[in-house]
């Protein structure tokens, strides 16, 4: 997909955790990202795009030639994949436009815009979003330029300010989260669903604290082994999880699975045959999550998702609102940088069709 000569415009549209909860970013969010390529390269004037997903963030860029339609398209788009949470929805949509999208982007990767600034984990979110729309011919010259530079300033800022010092993760955060809950991890049973970056993150951050062996499960059960392995944990097959969870004392679920993994039938069925005495704790960070809210009802289970981590991921954040004032500064540099390497960029496009005009008309 090429972005063609004429004046083209680059278009944000989002929901993320600062405007929506949990339960409407799994409304909006998509299982199959092939056909959400395919329907948003059907609106009209769209060349190129990317949409970045991941647990607390749902994001479009677009490039076209009609940004006022693309704009509205875009907005209906999500807010109609909200459906009970279209009304919802609709407050929780953010547009930006040109100079106001790359710049959000530019924050995106620095960590700014993150539940966790600073994290280091939306670096490659971003650019394995930018890979995926590669593959489904989606990303034109357009956004390969923004992509590639709007990462190599997550890096610089990293590098120059620190802002990613200490641990800092959604996974990082969910443990801590499951240890105020528990008091300590140390001893405890626990279960690691998905080896994906997040579920990866969690079993590294419980290795360092707990030390019972973890059970490591991913529907791949050879990524599993080879995690477990490397932190000294039994990995599990997919098929023989009701035999951890009767005795586990506490779940992290970290997948993208297009369906529940975690069901209220299943856990309840398995529940009169645990011998663990302690309630299960389950914490579902997942997008779609990957576990039925309905759980909740069971006695003797309890369930956190990412909006839980809000109040621990405020704390955190106090404490690196210094660097942040610097990260700041950085990107209002580079995106005066990045808006006239975009404008030298159509420049390049535009030339040979100027030059062509002027050629014909000479031979006229």
């Known amino acids: 997909?090429?972005?063609?000569?004429?004046?083209?415009?680059?278009?944000?549209?989002?929901?993320?955790?600062?405007?929506?909860?949990?339960?409407?970013?799994?409304?909006?969010?998509?299982?199959?990202?092939?056909?959400?390529?395919?329907?948003?390269?059907?609106?009209?004037?769209?060349?190129?795009?990317?949409?970045?997903?991941?647990?607390?963030?749902?994001?479009?860029?677009?490039?076209?030639?009609?940004?006022?339609?693309?704009?509205?398209?875009?907005?209906?788009?999500?807010?109609?994949?909200?459906?009970?949470?279209?009304?919802?929805?609709?407050?929780?949509?953010?547009?930006?436009?040109?100079?106001?999208?790359?710049?959000?982007?530019?924050?995106?990767?620095?960590?700014?815009?993150?539940?966790?600034?600073?994290?280091?984990?939306?670096?490659?979110?971003?650019?394995?979003?930018?890979?995926?729309a590669q593959k489904a011919n989606a990303a034109g010259s357009v956004l390969s330029l923004l992509f590639n530079r709007a990462v190599n300033v997550g890096r610089r800022v990293r590098l120059e300010t620190g802002i990613n010092g200490g641990a800092v993760s959604v996974g990082s955060v969910a443990v801590e989260l499951a240890e105020n809950l528990l008091g300590s991890l140390n001893e405890k049973q626990i279960l690691v669903l998905g080896t994906g970056e997040i579920g990866t993150l969690v079993a590294k951050a419980i290795a360092r604290r707990c030390l019972n062996p973890i059970f490591i499960a991913d529907r791949t059960y050879e990524r599993a082994w080879r995690l477990a392995k490397?932190?000294?944990?039994?990995?599990?097959?997919?098929?023989?999880?009701?035999?951890?969870?009767?005795?586990?004392?506490?779940?992290?679920?970290?997948?993208?699975?297009?369906?529940?993994?975690?069901?209220?039938e299943l856990v309840s069925w398995l529940m009169p045959a645990r011998l663990n005495k302690n309630a299960l704790l389950i914490i579902d960070l997942s997008n779609p999550r990957s576990v039925e809210e309905a759980i909740k009802q069971l006695p003797r289970v309890k369930l956190y998702g990412i909006d839980d981590l809000t109040l621990i991921a405020e704390r955190n954040q106090k404490k690196r609102l210094k660097n942040a004032e610097q990260a700041f500064k950085i990107v209002e540099e580079e995106l005066t940088l990045l808006e006239r390497a975009v404008k030298e960029d159509s420049a390049r496009e535009i030339a040979p069709v100027l030059l062509s005009g002027i050629e014909e008309n000479r031979q006229r």
């Open 1 to 132: 997909m090429h972005s063609s000569a004429k004046t083209v415009d680059i278009i944000n549209v989002r929901i993320t955790h600062k405007t929506a909860r949990g339960p409407l970013l799994e409304a909006v969010s998509f299982k199959n990202k092939t056909n959400a390529y395919s329907d948003l390269r059907s609106f009209d004037g769209v060349q190129e795009a990317v949409l970045i997903q991941t647990c607390n963030r749902i994001e479009l860029y677009l490039v076209s030639e009609k940004g006022d339609k693309a704009v509205k398209s875009a907005v209906e788009y999500l807010t109609n994949r909200a459906s009970a949470f279209s009304a919802e929805a609709s407050k929780a949509v953010e547009c930006a436009v040109n100079g106001d999208a790359l710049r959000h982007l530019l924050r995106v990767t620095s960590g700014l815009e993150s539940m966790l600034v600073g994290e280091d984990q939306i670096l490659n979110q971003v650019w394995e979003a930018y890979l995926e």
């Open 230 to 264: 490397e932190l000294g944990g039994k990995a599990v097959m997919f098929d023989e999880l009701g035999g951890v969870l009767v005795d586990a004392d506490v779940v992290f679920c970290s997948t993208s699975a297009p369906h529940y993994l975690l069901t209220k």
